[in-house]
T-cell receptor, first 112, second 121 residues
Framework: DQQVKQNSPSLSVQEGRISILNCDYT??????FLWYKKYPAEGPTFLIS?????DKNEDGRFTVFLNKSAKHLSLHIVPSQPGDSAVYFC???????????FGTGTRLTIIP | GAVVSQHPSWVICKSGTSVKIECRSL??????MFWYRQFPKQSLMLMAT?????????EQGVEKDKFLINHASLTLSTLTVTSAHPEDSSFYIC?????????????????FGSGTRLTVV
């Protein structure tokens, strides 16, 4: 069973506009969430994270929003740049557990 | 800071042979290392968690006799795919967690290697 899901396998956004990537989870024991960017044949690169006690975290062009009641988080990238084109994974960690559970990924394409 | 080196980046081997993949934390001590595999266009699936000096903990469905994990030091973990077959062809990625586990590193303690593309022919 997929505990972390990214229902959009792909997303295309015009350069300069906002990119919104979504992630849903089912396990209420997850207490920390992370977003990673990944290029083919490379390891994931950490972008931003959020604790379950917060509902928003911002770092430069990246903002992550967490809605615990809906078990939903989203990553906003604004303004989107061509270099943002990659596959984005959300990941979740359970309380007292070091393991990360990854979502299925969303391929973001920024159109110049 | 927080760099993980994974080697080799790609390897082609014949069916039935064994392949070793190394994962090193270069500038921090990693008490815990994680091994993932990723099939094309799919998610990263955790295979096992290894702690320095102890046996690895494997996820359900992962054959521990086929995927041998050794974590002999705080900076090195190895994954050996034994008697490899074409269905083992995949992208393998390691991740190392710093010993503080307190999120002091900018990656919140999870740093990934660059991955190894294994092709078994």
């Amino acid at each position: 069973d997929q505990q972390v899901k990214q229902n959009s396998p792909s997303l295309s956004v015009q350069e300069g506009r906002i990119s919104i990537l979504n992630c849903d989870y089912t396990n209420s024991m997850f207490d920390y969430f992370l977003w990673y960017k990944k290029y083919p044949a490379e390891g994931p690169t950490f972008l931003i994270s959020i604790s379950s006690i917060k509902d928003k975290n911002e770092d430069g062009r990246f903002t992550v929003f967490l809605n615990k009641s809906a078990k939903h988080l989203s990553l906003h990238i604004v303004p989107s740049q061509p270099g943002d084109s990659a596959v984005y994974f959300c990941a979740a960690r359970g309380f007292g557990n070091e393991k990360l559970t990854f979502g299925t990924g969303t391929r973001l394409t920024i159109i110049p | 800071g927080a760099v993980v080196s994974q080697h080799p980046s790609w390897v082609i081997c014949k069916s039935g042979t064994s392949v070793k993949i190394e994962c090193r934390s270069l500038d921090f001590q990693a008490t815990t290392m994680f091994w993932y595999r990723q099939f094309p266009k799919q998610s990263l699936m955790l295979m096992a968690t290894s702690n320095e000096g102890s046996k690895a903990t494997y996820e359900q469905g992962v054959e521990k006799d086929k995927f041998l994990i050794n974590h002999a030091s705080l900076t090195l973990s190895t994954l050996t795919v034994t008697s490899a077959h074409p269905e083992d062809s995949s992208f393998y990625i390691c991740s190392a967690r710093d010993s503080t586990g307190q999120g002091l590193s900018p990656t919140y303690g999870y740093t990934f290697g660059s991955g190894t593309r294994l092709t078994v022919v």
